[in-house]
């Protein structure tokens, strides 16, 4: 081929020295793409996973495959992990919503295992020692079978997980000599087989031993694994945000997916509060925080508040337990109020406010339940809790006889910031510009009045705020980009300003409607148009 095809970035037109053609590929014009805002990150303990690990998940079933789903032991778990899971996918009934799973434990959490013996007389020796993948007790329900392959002197190992009769097949592991069986095995195990199939995801495999014969036959149960759920606390749940690689909550900031919404399963302890609270600000996600055990009142919940001092666009204060009936173990659990309502906010579009939104999955609370009894909410409390944003779940709501959220006010003291929508709307914009703006950094710029650098990042940013426009999520903008904003000074030291100005939508907190009725009252009648023939 006669003549060179480059990059735009890579063709300098000042170093030519051979005649040619010379073909710049110009890459066209790029676009914004709004960041997901239906992503809810839960911190919590579970029975079978990753620790530390922000783990995406799609829907319940994956629970069971990620996280080993709701077991007898989340039942008087609060801090279980799939529970809260499952609580905030029922929140999506009307939308849709993608959760980070991160599991902790107390660290007294053990993994399941199993001394494989071979056949030596007497008294057999472990050719192998396998252990569960992760810790938890549901590697006790992990099964190794091993049966005599279809060659002679060869064996099949199957693994069988949680209570399966199919699982992973290791397929003719060839015996021999002492030892032989067993490295091959751990070699299968740990690093997959002949290109047949890969290592096993449920188990991993110690020291062959070079003594060890023949294996015995048999189907064997993992043992002794447990889950760290007993003493769960606070700096469990926090983690270090110095640790490699980081841990507890702060493992969020290594999420390849940026929360929108984030909670700790079952936690109450206020004195982690300012951290998450540090924590939502850094992150651009909204916190919601459970203010209080089952049973407080509203002067309580006031109470401790105001003595936080938090006051925090990012920071959603929640009360009253809520009762939901368990799918797995059955019967009705009494819960924090953060899967629901954190889950529902997470599903909602980020200009939507989650006032007189309903709430799924709701049995009763502890104001309004067949345990605990009725106890309405006068307006007076409504009014209370919502001027100082503690959002609560109730039935009725403003839109009829169902379960859902009165109000959807954070913490914020100032009424502009004070509309959860304002939060997630914000933190929308300013994550979703601020990703797809960075291509930008290292790029050049002149002082000319039509700058094609400056013009292209106003394009990308009115092409993205116009789409939002159109949805209807915002109600005006406006951005500037030019020599207005941008001095040659600014230019001379390397800086380039955009200001961007938003119009949000506004929720109707109060609908006043004017009503005049009697005898006397007069009215002006009006005539409907004729229908066209």
């Given amino acids: ?51 530390n690990t922000p783990v995406s998940v799609g829907s319940p079933s994956d629970l069971g495959y990620y996280f080993g789903g709701i077991t007898s032991d989340s039942k008087t778990d609060v801090a279980d992990l799939c529970t809260d899971a499952m609580i905030a996918f029922q929140q999506a009934a009307e939308g849709a919503i993608h959760l980070l799973l991160v599991r902790i434990s107390d660290g007294t959490d053990v993994a399941a295992s199993y001394a494989v013996k071979d056949t030596t007389a007497v008294t057999p020796l472990t050719g192998l020692t396998v252990t569960a993948k992760y810790t938890g007790t549901l ?23 949680f209570g399966s009769t199919s699982g992973e097949l290791f397929v003719n592991v060839a015996g021999g000599g002492a030892g032989v069986f067993w490295t091959n095995l751990a070699a299968a195990i740990n690093g997959g087989q002949n290109n047949v ?29 447990t889950d760290g759920r007993a003493s769960v ?34 936690m109450v302890d206020e004195a982690a509060f300012p951290n998450m609270q540090a924590l939502a600000n850094q992150e651009g996600m909204v916190a919601i925080l459970p203010i209080g055990d089952a049973g407080q009142t509203t002067a309580q919940a006031i109470t401790a508040k105001q003595s ?61 339940s067949l345990q605990q009894g009725n106890f309405p909410y006068s307006l007076d409390e409504i009014g209370d809790l919502q001027s100082n944003g503690i959002m609560f779940i109730t039935n009725p709501i403003n839109a009829g006889p169902q379960w859902g959220m009165w109000h959807g006010k954070n913490s914020s003291a100032d009424p502009v910031t004070a509309p959860v929508e304002y939060a997630r709307m914000t933190n929308f914009l300013a994550k979703s510009i601020t990703k797809a703006l960075g291509k930008f950094i290292g790029e050049l710029q002149t002082t000319n009045a039509d700058d094609s ?10 092409e993205f705020l116009q789409t939002l426009k159109d949805n209807k999520q915002i109600t005006s903008y406006q951005t500037v980009c030019d020599r207005s904003n941008n001095s040659r000074s600014d230019i001379a030291k390397h800086y380039l300003k955009v200001d ?3 119009e949000y939508m506004s929720s109707v907190d109060f609908l006043i409607v004017s009503l005049q009725g009697g005898t006397n009252v007069v009215t002006i009648q009006t005539q409907a148009a004729p229908l066209a023939a």
Wanted: charged share 15%; hydrophobic share 40%; proline share 9%.
């Fill in 1 to 51: 081929m006669v003549g060179s095809i480059v990059s735009s970035q890579n063709f300098n037109p000042a170093a030519l020295r051979a005649s040619g053609v010379y073909t710049r590929i110009v890459p066209p014009p790029g676009y914004i793409q709004g960041l997901q805002t239906n992503v809810a990150a839960i911190i919590g303990t579970a029975s079978w996973g990753p620790k």
């Fill in 139 to 161: 590697g006790n329900s992990i099964k190794i079978k091993i049966s005599a392959g279809s060659v002679t002197g060869k064996y099949n190992v199957a693994i069988l997980p």
């Fill in 197 to 225: 199939r890969g290592p096993s995801a449920y188990l991993t495999a110690g020291a062959p031993n070079a003594s060890g014969i023949a294996p015995a036959l048999g189907t064997f149960s993992l043992i002794s694994g």
């Fill in 233 to 266: 606390v606070t700096a469990n749940y926090e983690g270090s945000d110095t640790a490699r690689p980081k841990t507890g909550m702060y493992s969020l900031r290594n999420a390849v997916v940026s929360p929108s919404v984030f909670w700790l399963a079952g």
């Fill in 308 to 368: 936080l001092g938090i006051a925090d666009y990012n920071v959603v204060y929640v009360k009253d337990w809520v009762y939901w009936e368990d799918p797995v173990n059955g019967g009705q659990r009494l819960l924090p109020p953060t899967p629901f309502i954190g889950g529902r906010i997470a599903a909602l579009s980020p200009e939507q406010s989650p006032e007189n939104k309903p709430v799924y999955g709701v049995v009763g609370t502890d104001r309004n």
């Fill in 453 to 462: 650098l400056r013009a292209a990042i106003k394009l990308e940013l009115d």
């Fill in 500 to 502: 961007v100005f938003v």
